[in-house]
């Protein structure tokens, strides 16, 4: 089936459009296992399942212009960077929904649900992934598999087509990176403390 995959994106590559329609059958499962596996690590009343995620990924995909396909690894690391965008985005468009959009919004009660920390962080964590591409690129790639998409190593190393250990060692970097980088200034006044 990987051979089948990766000559469906090759024709694909070659202007086919009708190679997506094949395409989706033999690339669906293992997309929505990706899709469950990333939406498992977030809130429980997420408004996106995972069969949403996958359809809206894969119209992004198909959309996209000018995209030397290469096979199934690409491919998968690509959707990858599709989710996170949807994820990021889905989240972002809750955030200004709960504030109103543009309205200014008066809260009477300081207490902040579990959730909508969440998504806060989903978005600053975006933020700060978008200054680590800019710094090491193959690094916001392996985020992107293993947070966002929940790969494995294995998968993660087929993907970005780099060796397991070099995923294991770009993601402890960018793990590390991340967390200094999302330290609250409590927690970044508490690891001083601790120092």
């Not at 293992?30 to 899709?35: E, K, S, V």
């Not at 300081?110 to 964590?125: D, K, M, Q, T």
Request: with cysteine; aromatic share 6%; proline share 3%.
């Amino acid at each position: 089936m990987t051979g089948e995959i990766t000559r469906q994106l090759i024709a694909a590559r070659g202007g086919d459009r009708q190679a997506f329609d094949a395409l989706l059958p033999l690339v669906y499962e293992g997309l929505r296992r990706l899709a469950g596996n990333r939406l498992r690590a977030e809130r429980s009343d997420h408004s996106l399942s995972p069969t949403d995620l996958v359809h809206e990924a894969y119209l992004k995909l198909v959309r996209l212009e000018r995209v030397e396909w290469q096979d199934r690894a690409h491919f998968y690391a690509l959707a990858a960077r599709a989710m996170r965008r949807i994820l990021v985005d889905h989240a972002r468009r809750r955030t200004m929904q709960k504030r109103g959009g543009d309205l200014v919004r008066v809260t009477l009660d300081e207490r902040v649900r579990p959730y909508e920390i969440r998504i806060e962080r989903l978005i600053a964590l975006d933020r700060a992934l978008e200054r680590l591409e800019s710094n090491n690129e193959r690094r916001a790639r392996v985020v992107e598999c293993r947070f966002f998409v929940g790969m494995s190593v294995e998968e993660t190393a087929a993907a970005l087509d780099i060796s397991p250990a070099s995923v294991k060692r770009e993601w402890a970097v960018a793990r590390a990176w991340l967390n200094r980088e999302l330290a609250t200034p409590q927690e970044a006044d508490a690891g001083q403390e601790r120092a």
